[in-house]
């Protein structure tokens, strides 16, 4: 079955950096583009970063260009998200994305269970 594990989440002070990491199987990865999204409490959920397969493009959230670099492994089915100068606002659960883009049709979507990042004094 498909199946997409984020791990790295934890508590960190302003200013700390995180490292996010999303395993990846059952599925063909390097079809997939991968990205991540995160939703506070109260919010909706909201794109962060992406990056497609080949070539290997990558998108930021303007809330976290500079600070934020999102890369793949498509011999490991990995993805990370390498946080830098966190901000009390990154405080969110992230969720790891693949998507298949196949127009006319709907793409396919999957989903992580997300992991928790507070970013805290």
């Known amino acids: 079955q498909v199946q997409l594990v984020e791990s790295g989440g934890g508590l960190v002070q302003p200013g700390g950096s995180l490292r996010l990491s999303c395993a990846a199987s059952?599925?063909?990865?390097?079809?997939?583009?991968m990205s991540w999204y995160r939703q506070a409490p109260g919010k909706e959920r909201e794109f962060v970063a992406g990056i497609t397969s080949t070539p290997e493009t990558t998108v930021y959230a303007d809330s976290v260009k500079g600070r934020f670099t999102v890369s793949r492994d498509n011999n490991a089915n990995l993805v990370q998200l390498q946080m830098s100068s966190l901000h009390s606002d990154d405080t969110a659960v992230y969720f790891c994305?693949?998507?298949?883009?196949?127009?006319?049709?709907?793409?396919?979507?999957?989903w992580g269970q997300g992991t928790q990042v507070t970013v805290s004094s």
């Open positions: 994305n693949a998507r298949r883009t196949r127009n006319p049709l709907p793409p396919i979507d999957y």
């Open positions: 059952g599925f063909t990865f390097s079809s997939y583009g």
